[in-house]
């Protein structure tokens, strides 16, 4: 009963910290952070940079995308960039904000626990993880490896980061900064490292030469 007790405590601190996520993904943060370009962290061309850089790299280890899960997807700004370049896949966002999900359609749910029916060949969590908290984030880690069968893209802030990279004049400070062996160590329990953001599901059929790979 205790490994019972201890599920649903889980699933009741993942429902907490959702609806507190989603009320404060509201319209005023993403003015903030994505809509006006004093404060703005990215822009729409670096979004399309990065898409395709997703693209390439998934073409490039051959691996057929038909569904792609974009999760914490925010305003969109991968889906129009990923269709002209992946035509034939299916593009999914997941957000956990109601007023996005309102305002274009996204599925809410929570990263920690969100299922599909099917996996995704391809998986984007672009700068979501650092919102969660340490046991959330582990959680949201293992269900990406549930609902990814192929090649995950995934980003988030470090403590490195903040310190030395990001302009913290346009980046939310109000995150959970742990270092990136922590996500590494996570992370490597079911993905093999290549590299810029990319990792592998383990036993995903793909072949990487040794030095493409990260350790």
Do not use: K
Not at 88 to 102: D, I, M, Q
Not at 131 to 155: E, F, H, S
Not at 194 to 211: D, K, N, S, T, Y
């Amino acid at each position: 009963m205790s490994g019972v007790r201890r599920q649903r405590g889980l699933r009741a601190a993942a429902s907490l910290e959702a609806q507190s996520l989603s009320a404060r993904f509201n319209r005023d943060y993403y003015r903030q952070f994505y809509l006006d370009g004093r404060s703005a962290v990215t822009s729409r061309a670096e979004m399309r940079a990065r898409a395709a850089l997703i693209a390439a790299f998934v073409r490039y280890v051959g691996c057929p995308v038909r569904r792609v899960l974009d999760a914490g997807c925010g305003l969109g700004l991968l889906r129009a960039p990923l269709h002209r370049l992946l035509p034939e896949a299916e593009y999914t966002g997941l957000e956990v904000s109601e007023y996005l999900c309102h305002r274009y359609g996204w599925i809410q749910g929570s990263l920690c626990d969100w299922r599909s029916r099917r996996p995704f060949e391809l998986v984007i969590c672009y700068d979501v993880l650092q919102y969660l908290d340490d046991r959330a984030a582990a959680a949201a880690i293992r269900n990406l490896a549930r609902l990814c069968r192929g090649v995950l893209y995934v980003t988030a802030l470090t403590r490195h980061d903040w310190l030395e990279n990001c302009d913290q004049r346009r980046t939310d400070p109000d995150v959970h900064l742990r270092s990136g062996q922590w996500y590494r160590r996570e992370l490597s329990r079911s993905f093999r490292p290549v590299g810029a953001g990319f990792w592998i599901r383990r036993g995903a059929p793909f072949v990487i030469w040794e030095m493409e790979q990260c350790g």
